[in-house]
């Protein structure tokens, strides 16, 4: 069964800190990887990793992709409270669907 | 630019009562999809469409169906509402087989008493 996994489920900080999150997988077939951001509403887009890229960046966020050990981290530097949401990976399924981790709630405090 | 848009956005029913949530997209995408969101539970696909005339079932489609009334439009309709329904719904869309990303609508939040 495919499975996504994150970890931490909530995590506090402070403004200015470095924060890793953490996502594994088991899927048939992987395709990719993908990071979004949830604040109030919907999921909104970060990062998509594949096999020919296994690593990204886009100002303060970064990630990288393993595919050997079948996992991913998000990093957010210096983090700010505008980066307080929850934060969900996901893995492509074989439905062409999405399947989501549970998420980690992410609390930046100023 | 819309993007993908629901409605309504939030709908109290009683047990028994149906109800149909809209979902749009203006972004000529082939793909269409409705996930539920529960607490501790992420996301879960309800029902999809990888193409405008088909539908499929996902992995909660219980208590729901699905009409692709077109290439833009994608309803999600419960029949006979159940407290075990009341979730936050996103329907979502992508362009096809090539890309993988999907974009979300801003989610509708149900309530069933």
């Known amino acids: 069964e495919d499975k996504v996994v994150q970890s931490p489920l909530s995590l506090v900080v402070h403004e200015g800190d470095t924060v890793t999150l953490n996502c594994s997988y088991e899927?048939?077939?992987?395709?990719?990887l993908l990071w979004y951001k949830q604040e109030k509403k919907a999921p909104t887009f970060l990062f998509m990793l594949t096999s020919s890229g296994i690593e990204k960046k886009s100002g303060r966020l970064s990630s990288i992709l393993d595919k050997k050990e079948l996992f991913s981290i998000l990093n957010i530097t210096a983090t700010q409270t505008g980066d307080s949401a929850i934060y969900l990976c996901a893995v492509g399924g074989s439905q062409g669907n999405l399947i989501f981790g549970k998420g980690t709630k992410l609390s930046v405090k100023p | 630019n819309a993007g993908v848009t629901q409605t309504p956005k939030f709908q109290v029913l009683k047990t028994g009562q149906s109800m149909t949530l809209q979902c749009a997209q203006d972004?000529?995408?082939?793909?269409m999809y409705w996930y539920r969101q529960d607490p501790g539970m992420g996301l879960r696909l309800i029902y999809y469409s990888a193409s405008e005339g088909t539908t499929d079932k996902g992995e909660v489609p219980n208590g729901y169906n699905v009409s692709r009334l077109n290439k833009r439009e994608f309803s999600l309709r419960l029949e006979s509402a159940a407290p075990s329904q009341t979730s936050v719904y996103f329907c979502a869309s992508r362009v096809g087989a090539v890309r993988e990303t999907q974009y979300f609508g801003p989610g509708t939040r149900l309530l069933v008493l």
């Open positions: 899927v048939t077939n992987f395709r990719s």
């Open positions: 972004m000529n995408h082939n793909s």
